[in-house]
Nanobody, 123 residues
Protein backbone atom coordinates (compact mmCIF):
# COMPACT_ATOMS: atom_id res chain seq x y z
CA UNK A 1 0.00 0.00 0.00
CA UNK A 2 1.26 3.47 -0.91
CA UNK A 3 -0.18 6.75 0.33
CA UNK A 4 0.57 9.91 -1.59
CA UNK A 5 0.30 13.53 -0.47
CA UNK A 6 0.83 16.40 -2.91
CA UNK A 7 1.87 19.92 -1.99
CA UNK A 8 3.18 23.07 -3.63
CA UNK A 9 0.20 24.19 -5.63
CA UNK A 10 -1.04 27.76 -5.65
CA UNK A 11 -1.74 30.88 -7.67
CA UNK A 12 0.97 32.18 -10.00
CA UNK A 13 1.13 34.65 -12.88
CA UNK A 14 1.72 33.48 -16.41
CA UNK A 15 5.41 32.96 -17.02
CA UNK A 16 6.06 32.07 -13.40
CA UNK A 17 7.20 28.84 -11.78
CA UNK A 18 6.01 26.36 -9.18
CA UNK A 19 7.42 23.13 -7.84
CA UNK A 20 5.01 20.42 -6.82
CA UNK A 21 6.03 17.73 -4.37
CA UNK A 22 4.50 14.35 -3.70
CA UNK A 23 5.47 12.59 -0.49
CA UNK A 24 4.92 8.85 -0.40
CA UNK A 25 4.59 6.48 2.50
CA UNK A 26 5.84 2.93 2.42
CA UNK A 27 9.17 1.20 2.13
CA UNK A 28 8.64 0.21 -1.48
CA UNK A 29 8.52 3.72 -2.96
CA UNK A 30 11.81 3.21 -4.76
CA UNK A 31 10.34 0.30 -6.72
CA UNK A 32 7.37 2.25 -8.10
CA UNK A 33 6.94 4.20 -11.29
CA UNK A 34 5.59 7.64 -10.45
CA UNK A 35 3.45 9.92 -12.54
CA UNK A 36 1.88 13.36 -12.56
CA UNK A 37 -1.53 13.95 -14.10
CA UNK A 38 -3.86 16.93 -14.20
CA UNK A 39 -7.56 17.53 -14.53
CA UNK A 40 -9.86 20.48 -15.14
CA UNK A 41 -13.60 20.36 -14.41
CA UNK A 42 -15.56 18.65 -17.14
CA UNK A 43 -12.51 17.07 -18.76
CA UNK A 44 -10.74 13.77 -18.40
CA UNK A 45 -7.63 13.45 -16.32
CA UNK A 46 -4.60 13.82 -18.56
CA UNK A 47 -1.01 12.66 -18.46
CA UNK A 48 1.69 15.19 -17.61
CA UNK A 49 4.87 13.25 -16.82
CA UNK A 50 6.21 9.95 -15.59
CA UNK A 51 9.49 8.70 -14.12
CA UNK A 52 10.74 5.17 -13.64
CA UNK A 53 11.82 3.68 -10.33
CA UNK A 54 15.44 4.78 -10.54
CA UNK A 55 14.85 8.16 -12.12
CA UNK A 56 16.86 7.20 -15.19
CA UNK A 57 13.91 7.46 -17.57
CA UNK A 58 11.36 10.22 -17.84
CA UNK A 59 8.58 11.05 -20.25
CA UNK A 60 6.67 14.31 -20.55
CA UNK A 61 3.51 15.22 -22.40
CA UNK A 62 4.11 17.29 -25.52
CA UNK A 63 2.12 20.15 -24.01
CA UNK A 64 4.63 20.55 -21.16
CA UNK A 65 7.86 19.35 -22.76
CA UNK A 66 10.65 21.87 -22.27
CA UNK A 67 8.75 23.64 -19.47
CA UNK A 68 8.06 20.94 -16.86
CA UNK A 69 10.51 18.46 -15.37
CA UNK A 70 9.72 15.40 -13.27
CA UNK A 71 12.31 14.11 -10.81
CA UNK A 72 12.46 11.93 -7.70
CA UNK A 73 14.48 11.49 -4.54
CA UNK A 74 14.12 7.92 -3.34
CA UNK A 75 15.93 8.68 -0.09
CA UNK A 76 13.16 11.15 0.73
CA UNK A 77 10.30 9.12 -0.76
CA UNK A 78 9.37 12.15 -2.82
CA UNK A 79 8.67 12.93 -6.46
CA UNK A 80 8.71 16.46 -7.83
CA UNK A 81 7.29 18.38 -10.76
CA UNK A 82 9.18 21.56 -11.57
CA UNK A 83 6.91 23.79 -13.65
CA UNK A 84 8.41 26.77 -15.47
CA UNK A 85 7.00 29.23 -17.99
CA UNK A 86 3.51 28.49 -16.76
CA UNK A 87 0.55 29.30 -18.97
CA UNK A 88 -3.12 29.88 -18.10
CA UNK A 89 -3.95 26.60 -19.83
CA UNK A 90 -1.83 24.79 -17.21
CA UNK A 91 -4.51 25.64 -14.64
CA UNK A 92 -5.78 22.36 -13.18
CA UNK A 93 -5.76 20.06 -10.19
CA UNK A 94 -2.50 18.14 -10.31
CA UNK A 95 -2.39 14.55 -9.09
CA UNK A 96 0.50 12.33 -8.16
CA UNK A 97 0.18 8.62 -8.88
CA UNK A 98 2.14 5.41 -8.38
CA UNK A 99 2.25 2.02 -10.01
CA UNK A 100 4.49 -1.02 -9.81
CA UNK A 101 6.19 -1.91 -13.07
CA UNK A 102 7.24 0.08 -16.09
CA UNK A 103 6.40 3.69 -16.82
CA UNK A 104 2.98 4.45 -18.23
CA UNK A 105 1.06 7.45 -19.45
CA UNK A 106 -2.34 5.87 -18.90
CA UNK A 107 -4.53 6.83 -15.95
CA UNK A 108 -6.05 3.36 -15.62
CA UNK A 109 -2.65 1.71 -15.12
CA UNK A 110 -1.92 3.58 -11.89
CA UNK A 111 -2.92 1.94 -8.63
CA UNK A 112 -2.44 4.73 -6.10
CA UNK A 113 -3.42 8.40 -6.20
CA UNK A 114 -2.98 11.48 -4.09
CA UNK A 115 -5.76 13.93 -3.26
CA UNK A 116 -4.53 16.54 -5.73
CA UNK A 117 -3.23 20.08 -5.46
CA UNK A 118 -4.70 23.10 -7.28
CA UNK A 119 -2.53 25.09 -9.65
CA UNK A 120 -3.98 28.34 -10.98
CA UNK A 121 -2.14 30.44 -13.56
CA UNK A 122 -3.44 33.95 -14.11
CA UNK A 123 -2.98 35.82 -17.37
Amino acid sequence: QVQLVESGGGLVQAGGSLRLSCAASGRTFSTYTMGWFRQVPGKEREFVATINWSGSRTNHADSVKGRFTISRDNAKNTVYLQMNALKPEDTAVYYCAARPGVSSMYVYEYNYWGQGTQVTVSS
